[in-house]
């Protein structure tokens, strides 16, 4: 359900009064460019995606770096585009590299498979709800374990 929101007094007198025409011109130019921005997004999230993997299979000291530095931009861009799942997926693994004391140290499983579950965001098609939610709460009761041990 849309809620009509009025402007205020300042901003009518700045904008003058529109009609109902300008306005729906103006949200569907609005849509247009979020769409084109939200396509945008997609190639990001794609060649972060490449990036993290890649990262991951270079296995030298400033891989974890890398991968941690990766997973924190995925984070980061997947909250601003409504991918709340990627966006928890890479969180966790930022927090699995963070509770680990030595960078090289750590359960390399444990890492690959937070990064197979973010590579599923890589797909055309979205990945389905309730294997990313299975996935989802697996690593983060890994992480949640390991990190205390």
């Known amino acids: 359900m849309a809620q009509m929101i009025a402007p205020d007094r300042k901003l009518k007198q700045k904008s003058g009064n529109s009609s109902i025409e ?3 011109r103006s949200l569907g130019e ?3 460019t979020f769409k084109k921005l939200s396509n945008e997004f997609n190639d990001v999230i794609y060649r972060e995606i490449l990036t993290l ?3 991951f299979a270079t296995a030298n ?3 974890l770096k890398s991968v941690y530095n990766s997973s924190h931009s995925l984070r980061s861009l997947s909250g601003s585009f409504s991918k709340p799942q990627l966006s928890q997926l890479a969180d966790s693994l930022c927090r699995y590299i963070d509770s680990l004391k030595i960078s090289t140290s750590g359960d390399h499983r444990l890492i690959q498979a937070h990064i197979n579950a973010i590579s599923m965001f890589t797909s055309t098609d979205e990945p389905k709800q309730e294997i990313i939610s299975t996935l989802l709460s697996a690593l983060q009761e890994a992480v949640g ?3 205390s041990a």
């Open 30 to 32: 609005l849509e247009g």
């Open 22 to 24: 300008d306005d729906l």
């Open 53 to 55: 993997r890649s990262a």
């Open 145 to 147: 374990k390991k990190a």
């Open 61 to 63: 000291t400033q891989c």
